[in-house]
């Protein structure tokens, strides 16, 4: 076994409307964990951190219509950097261990990691639950160092096992679903906290109808549900222009303008190593989803300029976004990530022409009906 100290950093520290720090309560369950296992509980302060190199590109990001993922870089920056590093030089300890859902290809055996080869990252044995997509910048530094003791073990295990030893109040708590450290608040009067509202208007993604106006791209994300007065049909966000403060509005859920089949990302960061094809300059096949909740998806990478990717699917994905970690898998094996830089062109764009044809015939039998990816 382990010799055991709790550490609990606090990342978040301004005070909502009635002067709770949202932070207090998980400190709170840290020192009930921390007593009721008799262990030690440390705090360290990481604000600072946190505000630089996370919360302030959040912020632009929005600002510019790009639809952040604050949690992967809290995990790349802080939990496993400047927590990690503060950890390592503080206390010595052989290893830190976290209670994210993931695995790695050592187990709990750190001396049969052998630095040459590394570490590799794999999804736990709970699927639903794994976390590796959150964890898919982390430094092969920290990989080699950290425990995931969760990583092999069901939520409903755990939870159990919790209520046994007697930490049933913690296996009772809802899971944390908000933004990473803030807790959970309406997004929407959040974010008006440090983004100014700008009107803007919606566009018919078709025919430059201006259809009704808002108060700033920073409150959509691609492929939400407008809400247009006086519209008969349901709308949603296909393109945004922040400096205009355009958001181009497709009818329909299905719509074309809604799909792609090709995006393009930053230089990718990998875990372990590069993959053998893409050092060769070929096309490289795995799999790769861009939000938590999708599943995993074939595509092919290409090598780009400057080490960039371009990233070409077999089939069409809706809601494609700028701003989002593409996150690589070799089956069980995280891989790395890359951030989408921009989308390639629409299925609208890709086949205009016979979109237009395809509408005249649609509109000549009935003018309510909209164009799906399925005419194209």
Not at 212 to 240: D, S
Not at 243 to 258: M, N, V
Not at 271 to 291: S, V
Request: hydrophobic share 35%.
């Amino acid at each position: 076994g382990y010799e055991v100290i709790g550490l609990f950093m606090r990342n978040w520290d301004i005070r909502d409307e009635q002067g709770l720090c949202s932070t207090d309560p998980d400190k709170e369950d840290a020192q009930f964990v921390c007593d009721r296992l008799k262990i030690p509980l440390y705090e360290v302060n990481f604000v600072k951190e946190y505000w630089n190199h996370v919360f302030s590109g959040f912020v632009r990001d929005y600002q510019r219509g790009i639809i952040p993922n604050p949690d992967i870089l809290c995990n790349k920056y802080i939990k496993f950097g400047a927590f990690f590093d503060y950890a390592m030089e503080k206390f010595q300890p052989d290893a830190i261990a976290t209670g994210h859902y993931a695995r790695t290809s050592f187990g709990e055996n750190l001396e049969s990691v052998d630095p040459e080869k590394g570490a590799k990252l794999l999804k736990s044995k709970d699927e639903w639950k794994d976390q590796t997509f959150f964890l898919s910048q982390i430094s092969q530094k920290a990989l080699q160092k950290s425990i995931f003791p969760l990583g092999d073990k069901l939520k409903t295990d755990v939870k159990k096992y919790a209520a046994e030893i007697g930490l049933e109040k913690i296996a009772k708590k809802r899971e944390s679903m908000g933004i990473c450290f803030i807790g959970k608040r309406k997004f929407a009067s959040f974010i008006e906290e440090y983004i100014v509202p700008q009107e803007g208007k919606f566009v018919h993604v078709e025919t430059g109808e201006v259809l009704g106006h808002h108060e700033g791209v920073h409150h959509y994300t691609y492929g939400q549900n407008i809400r247009i007065p006086g519209m008969k049909c349901r709308f949603f966000v296909a393109e945004m222009d922040a400096k205009t403060q355009t958001i181009k509005a497709a009818p329909g859920t299905e719509h074309p303008s809604l799909y792609a089949e090709t995006f393009f990302t930053g230089e990718p960061y990998w875990i372990n190593r590069p993959p053998r094809e893409l050092l060769q300059d070929q096309m490289c096949d795995m799999d790769f989803r861009f939000q938590k909740t999708c599943p995993v998806t074939p595509c092919t990478l290409t090598l780009s300029g400057g080490n960039t990717l371009i990233v070409s699917l077999p089939e069409p994905l809706r809601a494609l976004s700028p701003g989002q970690f593409s996150v690589f898998y070799s089956g069980e094996e995280c891989l790395g990530s890359a951030r989408i830089l921009r989308i390639g062109p629409s299925l609208y764009t890709l086949n205009y022409k016979k979109y237009q044809e395809e509408k005249s015939d649609i509109q000549g039998n009935d003018d309510n009906n909209s164009i799906s990816i399925d005419n194209i």
